[in-house]
């Protein structure tokens, strides 16, 4: 398991944090870092298997994805994105496995269009005519 957690980056927030096997909530079962202050509270680098056959690899604060983390929907197909409190936030990479790549584009766990997620960052495009 660890080959799988040294993909992902080690938070280096100065949180104390201990590593376990499995740990089954029941719908999702959850290996990885946790919180050594906190029991059961995910804070570190983990890998979160769900029941629907989904999965996150990535950074936890809080018990909650927090940082960068992949959205894993089967063994080819992902995201790979920020997280702000366990949504996804920002510019991420949706690959598919047809080995396509295109950019994604989330707000606050919103799926938004380029436009959209640039007019909600305050970013507006501006176009500059010089003449010669």
């Known amino acids: 398991m660890d080959i799988i957690l040294n993909e992902v980056e080690p ?13 089954n909530y029941g719908n999702s ?11 059961l509270n995910k804070h570190g680098r983990g890998l979160l298997v769900n029941l629907d056959g989904t999965s996150y690899l990535g ?10 983390g992949k959205l894993l929907f089967n063994k ?5 994105i ?7 936030d920002g510019i991420g990479i949706l690959k598919r496995a047809d080995g396509s790549i295109k950019n994604v584009y989330y707000k606050n766990g919103i ?3 380029e436009e959209e997620y640039n007019k909600s960052n305050g970013l507006i495009n501006i176009i500059i005519n010089e003449e010669q």
């Open 76 to 80: 080819v197909e992902y995201i790979d």
């Open 11 to 23: 938070l280096n927030d100065g949180e104390e944090v201990i590593f376990r096997e499995i740990f």
């Open 111 to 113: 799926k938004m269009s």
């Open 29 to 39: 079962y959850y290996i990885g870092e946790w919180n050594i202050k906190e029991e």
């Open 59 to 68: 950074q936890f604060r809080k018990d909650l994805q927090d940082g960068r």
């Open 82 to 88: 920020n997280w702000k409190k366990g949504k996804m």
